[in-house]
């Protein structure tokens, strides 16, 4: 008795955070699997699970509260409306134990494998702040995904000053140090966590791992709610009448472009046009959308500027379950 007593004082405390936005289909099934795998390392460590609930329109808060109904160690924060996965991420790092030695994320829809939580777990032990994973994608992936982000991922990584792996995923560990800094440091309002993870620095290493196929659900990722994603990544936030004006800037670009081709070629065809008329249409058309296009990526940071005045909640509880 005294024996497993001090083994168990001697475990490691871990806290797994999981973003959850309706995953009815999949949601018990994620819950079993990485409860299984929890189950194999618990002579090493004492494991939470922390479900991080965007406000659903299906049944997933019912399945999990029958979840947390029968086990004590699963968590579950439900949201007042729907704040999005980065903030998500951040409510469950203020919301896990401050004293737990490990933090982990993971998505909840089963294409984060559970089964490479223990390989996870031996390279933190190797002395490291941070270890995330490195995506290889399935075969499942459509191609326009593929192709939006690698474009992402190359852009912001001309225009920033922090590398940012374009695989890695938000399926990670970081230590009790590193959850801090984000808990009571980092607050900023529209936060992109796979730049702030590179940002923070600390000892870092990247992990490979296969994404599964998905078998069941969906994904909630469309390919625009991908390109606000990666304009977020850029400028923090995005707000939706600027997006509109970057979009109408590009049009009137095309337009202008496309005025300015129709004029060279009757200029070419001798039309009978006044003096001056291909120059000036070409120039005001062009420039024209060219300005808008820059009204609309200053406004981007204008409204950035404008979310941390403002100093609204980063997001808000609506309910507290085993917690």
Same mark, same amino acid.
């Given at each position: 008795?005294?024996?497993?007593?001090?083994?168990?004082?001697?475990?490691?405390?871990?806290?797994?955070?999981?973003?959850?936005?309706?995953?009815?289909?999949?949601? /018990?099934? $994620?819950?079993?699997?990485?409860?299984? *795998?929890?189950?194999?390392? =618990?002579?090493?460590?004492?494991?939470?699970?922390? @479900?991080?609930?965007?406000?659903?329109?299906?049944?997933?808060?019912?399945?999990?509260?029958?979840?947390?109904?029968?086990?004590?160690?699963?968590?579950?924060?439900?949201?007042?409306?729907?704040?999005?996965?980065?903030?998500?991420?951040?409510?469950?790092?203020?919301?896990?134990?401050?004293?737990?030695?490990?933090?982990?994320?993971?998505?909840?829809?089963?294409?984060?494998?559970?089964?490479?939580?223990?390989?996870?777990?031996?390279?933190?032990?190797?002395?490291?702040?941070?270890?995330?994973?490195?995506?290889?994608?399935?075969?499942?992936?459509?191609?326009?995904?593929?192709?939006?982000?690698?474009?992402?991922?190359?852009?912001?990584?001309?225009?920033?000053?922090?590398?940012?792996?374009?695989?890695? /995923?938000? $399926?990670?560990?970081?230590?009790?140090? *590193?959850?801090?800094?984000? =808990?009571?440091?980092?607050?900023?309002?529209?936060? @992109?966590?796979?730049?702030?993870?590179?940002?923070?620095?600390?000892?870092?290493?990247?992990?490979?791992?296969?994404?599964?196929?998905?078998?069941?659900?969906?994904?909630?990722?469309?390919?625009?709610?991908?390109?606000?994603?990666?304009?977020?990544?850029?400028?923090?936030?995005?707000?939706?009448?600027?997006?509109?004006?970057?979009?109408?800037?590009?049009?009137?670009?095309?337009?202008?472009?496309?005025?300015?081709?129709?004029?060279?070629?009757?200029?070419?065809?001798?039309?009978?046009?006044?003096?001056?008329?291909?120059?000036?249409?070409?120039?005001?058309?062009?420039?024209?959308?060219?300005?808008?296009?820059?009204?609309?990526?200053?406004?981007?940071?204008?409204?950035?500027?404008?979310?941390?005045?403002?100093?609204?909640?980063?997001?808000?509880?609506?309910?507290?379950?085993?917690?």
């Amino acid at each position: 008795m005294i024996n497993d007593q001090m083994t168990n004082d001697q475990r490691k405390t871990f806290t797994m955070i999981c973003p959850v936005y309706n995953e009815e289909a999949v949601i /018990a099934t $994620f819950y079993a699997e990485l409860k299984a *795998v929890l189950d194999s390392v =618990r002579d090493r460590y004492e494991s939470t699970i922390l @479900f991080v609930v965007d406000r659903c329109k299906d049944r997933t808060l019912d399945v999990l509260k029958g979840i947390a109904a029968n086990d004590p160690a699963v968590r579950v924060l439900y949201l007042s409306s729907r704040f999005g996965h980065q903030m998500s991420l951040l409510a469950g790092i203020d919301h896990c134990d401050t004293d737990a030695d490990i933090v982990g994320m993971m998505d909840s829809d089963l294409q984060h494998p559970p089964e490479l939580i223990p390989k996870l777990l031996a390279t933190f032990e190797q002395g490291y702040d941070i270890v995330y994973t490195v995506r290889e994608d399935s075969p499942d992936v459509g191609w326009v995904k593929q192709i939006t982000s690698k474009l992402f991922y190359k852009v912001i990584n001309k225009i920033s000053q922090v590398p940012i792996n374009e695989s890695a /995923a938000d $399926f990670r560990l970081i230590s009790r140090r *590193v959850a801090t800094v984000f =808990r009571t440091q980092i607050r900023e309002r529209n936060q @992109f966590v796979r730049g702030l993870m590179s940002w923070v620095g600390f000892n870092s290493v990247g992990v490979p791992f296969q994404v599964r196929a998905r078998t069941m659900g969906r994904s909630h990722y469309t390919v625009g709610r991908l390109v606000r994603f990666g304009i977020e990544g850029t400028v923090s936030f995005s707000k939706a009448p600027l997006l509109a004006s970057i979009v109408v800037g590009f049009a009137f670009a095309l337009f202008g472009f496309a005025i300015a081709l129709v004029t060279v070629v009757q200029y070419f065809m001798h039309l009978a046009l006044p003096s001056g008329w291909t120059t000036l249409v070409t120039i005001i058309s062009i420039f024209s959308g060219v300005q808008l296009i820059f009204l609309g990526i200053i406004g981007q940071y204008v409204a950035a500027i404008f979310d941390e005045v403002k100093a609204r909640p980063h997001y808000l509880v609506d309910e507290k379950i085993n917690m």
